[in-house]
């Protein structure tokens, strides 16, 4: 949060299992357009019950396009090859969300799927893999990596793609150290942390026609690596770099949100907002102020209830009054987030203004919210 919040990214999920650590971050200004659906955690050690293997899920809603986010740990070590496959589908067959009209996460739109899968690299020698590691000569070594051989016989995994493996394996390395495996064990290196995906309508496009529209959803890889220079673990991290293109499904946020319309009286602000026909309000629904460059929902300089603070509404012009007499008056940039208690999401945003300025009223005139 503190190298993002600048970058006007904000955490808006997260979800945790044991060390499985899963965190969304958005831009603000997509906030209204994004519905966090549910988390949910799939442990699968231990016959289930402990959460040291297993997959942790945030499921969203992207501009009225269904996304999952699954972050996994798989059972280690050579011979657990078909254990590591059997928690991969059961960590997907556990993925049902009940109550939000999408019957299974295979109708998803798009699934990202990454994290230590724990698939090794078969029959090749510790000596051989070591040389070519060394010579860079990375794709010698592609045929046995153990996820390539189960795509070659499982028609579901195989719709799951991964960018090329054009970086060193990330695992096993002694810690503190880029050197790769020396304790007594020596084991030998495998690219274990990987980064899926799965296109729903990329698998419809594979029968479209040059007469029929192109999918209006899609996702291309920029960039698939490791990272070399972080020492603490004796993984490597690994990121992916997408760019996503899509036609929304949704473009006109529940609620809309007047900074220009604010007016500041006797220490109270005075918001005013607008609703779309089908927005479902709720008595727990609140407006935050915030900081541009705030780290997550909740770090809001002052909020208020709609339900308790509400002053008029008409002809879908609704009204509420924030108190704001212990916000210090300064020149920073400030926006107000309408929350969804329903939805459990950001609805609606105001474009960013200048903070609070108390400029003595001319005669006739009350004091402004100075722009």
Not at 58 to 80: D, E, Q, R, T
Not at 168 to 187: G, V
Not at 272 to 288: A, E, K, M, N, V
Request: hydrophobic letters at 35%; proline letters at 6%.
């Amino acid at each position: 949060m503190d190298v993002l919040s600048p970058l006007s990214f904000v955490k808006i999920s997260h979800v945790r299992m044991q060390g499985l650590l899963l965190m969304v971050f958005v831009k603000y200004q997509h906030l209204p357009f994004i519905q966090i659906l549910s988390t949910k955690s799939t442990p699968t050690g231990l016959y289930g019950y402990w959460g040291n293997k297993g997959g942790v899920n945030i499921f969203l809603k992207l501009y009225g396009y269904y996304v999952s986010i699954i972050n996994c740990h798989l059972p280690p070590h050579m011979a657990n090859n078909d254990q590591r496959l059997e928690h991969f589908d059961r960590i997907l067959e556990m993925q049902n969300f009940k109550g939000h009209d999408v019957p299974n996460i295979l109708d998803h739109d798009l699934i990202l799927w990454f994290g230590d899968m724990n698939f090794r690299i078969e029959d090749f020698g510790l000596h051989f893999v070591r040389e070519c590691i060394k010579n860079q000569c990375y794709s010698d070594l592609w045929e046995k990596d153990q996820l390539t051989i189960a795509k070659t016989h499982d028609p579901l995994l195989r719709e799951f793609l991964e960018g090329p493996l054009h970086f060193p394996p990330t695992y096993k390395f002694d810690k503190n150290s880029n050197n790769y495996d020396t304790s007594e064990k020596k084991r030998k290196p495998a690219w274990t942390d990987r980064i899926l995906w799965r296109l729903k309508r990329q698998l419809q496009a594979r029968s479209f026609t040059p007469s029929l529209p192109a999918p209006s959803f899609t996702l291309s890889l920029k960039s698939y690596k490791s990272h070399m220079m972080y020492s603490i673990s004796d993984h490597k991290p690994v990121t992916g770099t997408f760019d996503l293109e899509l036609k929304p499904l949704l473009s006109v946020p529940l609620i809309t949100m007047m900074a220009e319309g604010l007016w500041t009286m006797e220490n109270e602000m005075l918001i005013s907002y607008s609703s779309t026909p089908d927005f479902l309000s709720s008595p727990w629904d609140w407006i935050g102020l915030y900081k541009v460059g705030m780290r997550h929902i909740n770090d809001y300089v002052s909020y208020v209830w709609v339900g308790d603070n509400q002053v008029s509404f008409g002809d879908n012009l609704k009204q509420v009054y924030m108190n704001i007499c212990d916000i210090p008056e300064n020149e920073d940039q400030y926006l107000l987030c309408y929350y969804s208690n329903n939805l459990h999401s950001v609805v609606g945003i105001s474009k960013p203004f200048k903070g609070i300025s108390w400029v003595k009223p001319k005669h006739g005139s009350e004091p402004g919210w100075d722009e």
